[in-house]
């Protein structure tokens, strides 16, 4: 279950808010952002998990297709960093 601060940079990733209690009425906005409503937070963490998901998958693929343009594996690299 995703929490209120990961729901929130899924909809607002350029921050502009601060979260206290992981509840929508703890949601405190900088001036000159526009608030979500209620119902947009909630149907938010119906929406985390897949997108989530896409960006994970997205980050795996451009590092698959790092590690095959620089023509190493996943361990290769891994000895590169030690």
Same mark, same amino acid.
């Given at each position: 279950? !995703?929490?209120?601060?990961? +729901? *929130?940079?899924?909809?607002?990733? %350029?921050?502009?808010?601060?979260? +206290? &209690? %992981?509840?929508? @009425? ?7 952002? $526009?608030?979500?409503?209620?119902? &947009?937070?909630? $149907?938010?963490? !119906?929406?985390? %998990?897949?997108?989530?998901? &896409? #960006? %994970?998958? !997205?980050?795996? $693929? #451009?590092?698959?297709?790092? *590690? @095959? ?5 996943? &361990?290769? $690299? ?5």
């Amino acid at each position: 279950m !995703a929490k209120g601060y990961e +729901v *929130l940079t899924m909809l607002r990733p %350029d921050g502009g808010w601060v979260i +206290v &209690e %992981d509840n929508f @009425d703890s949601i405190r906005w900088d001036k000159g952002i $526009a608030p979500l409503t209620k119902e &947009e937070y909630e $149907a938010g963490f !119906a929406q985390y %998990d897949a997108w989530k998901l &896409e #960006q %994970d998958s !997205a980050k795996a $693929a #451009q590092k698959a297709a790092l *590690l @095959d343009r620089l023509g190493i594996t996943e &361990e290769e $690299a891994k000895l590169l960093l030690a």
